[in-house]
């Protein structure tokens, strides 16, 4: 059962990811006073509706209100404003924990319904998510969940493909298939996600749902190991350190594992076997070659 902690977070989240390149649509920087936009708003202008829900939200002009910011936000998100409908998701997300005292909340899911059924792709990625936890005016429904993944996924959402591999892979209303979770786990790691790059580095490595392939199982590993995750950069380096799936190169073994050591998240587990790993492959390299190894990892940043 997820906690209200939890929803918050999973309601925040797609806030952000709905507002797009917008930034929230919220520009501060312009003098707008409650007292210009309220006739426009009360007119049925939406961006006015937009800009009134920003001032309650942040008690610019007004008193603070995430209620009255609710309203007005839903206002504008029914004339298909998209900017308003995150915007009104980000305020609501909040009110899982601390309630909004607002019927604007519940219109959320109507709102994301009508966008993911006019086409919009980031709209069914959310639908499908808001369907899994229940909430925001829509029941808990794990079948309508998958149908909405399985629509965002198949036009290519990267958020959807990961969702719908790991349900495949878990066997989570729907029955297990490696060969689907493989191939899903593909799709959303193809695009850089990171997570989806593990898992699909963990099939190869393991055979699961694909032939077991230790190259591909390090390729894909790294990409993870570059964008930072820790456990994907020990994988890195114990593989340079074996010659498993990459050449034996002691250099970069060493490199992957410190950086990997240094990270506050690297498992506790993993951390004492690591440090004796460290020292391994440092006994095996010349000061020199040491040296370069150390400076390697000191320089390392993770890819952007």
Known sequence: MKTPIKLAAIAGALAVALVGRAAFAEDTNAPLRPEILLPMAEQGDAWAQLKLGGLYRRGEGVPQDDAEAASWYAKSAAQGNTDARAMLMLVCAASVIAPVQSKACAQIGPLLQTAAAQGDLESEDALAQMYEVGMFGLPKDPGQALTWYRKAAERGDVRAESALAQRYGMGLDI??????????????????????????????????????????????????????????????????????????????????????????????????????????????????????????????????
Do not use: C, H
């Open 175 to 304: 029955p297990k298939d490696d060969v689907q979770a493989a191939f899903w786990n593909r799709k959303a790691a193809q695009q850089g996600d990171m997570l989806a790059q593990i898992e699909l580095a963990g099939d190869y490595e393991t055979g699961r749902g694909v032939p077991a392939d230790e190259a591909q199982a390090v390729a894909w590993y790294l990409k993870a190991a570059q964008q930072g995750y820790p456990d994907a950069q020990r994988k890195v380096g114990t593989a340079y350190a074996l010659g498993k799936g990459v050449p034996q190169d002691n250099a970069q073994a060493y490199m992957w594992l410190a950086i990997a050591l240094s990270s506050a998240k690297l498992d506790d587990e993993n951390r004492d076997a690591e440090a004796l790993a460290l020292k391994s492959v440092a006994e095996r390299l010349k000061p020199p070659e040491l040296a370069q190894a150390k400076r390697m990892a000191a320089d390392w940043k993770p890819a952007p």
